[in-house]
């Protein structure tokens, strides 16, 4: 069935929000990002969500459940991040540019596989490298 779906983008963009709140600073390190149930739109109901940030060792939930509702709150995202100085973020991007380049094709082609159809408006992936089983 054709779903829309939150993109992966907004979760990334949430927790670094909260992240230059909570932490201040720029530049942060995902040392995890895990979607546990994609947050689903159906047409019918609109979905509040939550942020929740661990200013003590990093780590975030984003919850959602149907909007003006009672319902438990769902873990859509768990994850981690941690604060990296400028100089630290320059030299990681150079060590992990060095694995397996991933083109624009085969990123979407691999998505399609697993049931994920992105719209033009939400095709900004431009490549990418892996290193250690991470797309950097």
Excluded: C
């Excluded at 054709?2 to 709140?21: C, G, H, S, T």
């Amino acid at each position: 069935a054709d779903a829309v779906v939150l993109p992966a983008a907004a979760y990334v963009e949430m927790a670094l929000a909260a992240a230059r709140q909570g932490f201040g600073g720029e530049t942060f390190e995902f040392e995890n990002l895990d979607i546990l149930a994609p947050v689903v739109f159906d047409g019918e109901y609109a979905r509040s969500t939550r942020f929740e940030l661990s200013v003590r060792d990093g780590g975030f939930r984003i919850l959602s459940r149907r909007r003006l509702t009672d319902e438990e709150w769902t873990v859509n995202v768990v994850g981690r991040l941690l604060a990296l100085s400028a100089e630290d973020d320059k030299q990681k991007v150079t060590a992990d540019a060095v694995g397996d380049a991933v083109d624009v094709q085969s990123h979407y082609r691999l998505a399609r596989q697993v049931g994920l159809d992105y719209g033009p408006a939400f095709r900004g992936f431009a490549g990418g490298h892996l290193a250690n089983a991470s797309l950097a």
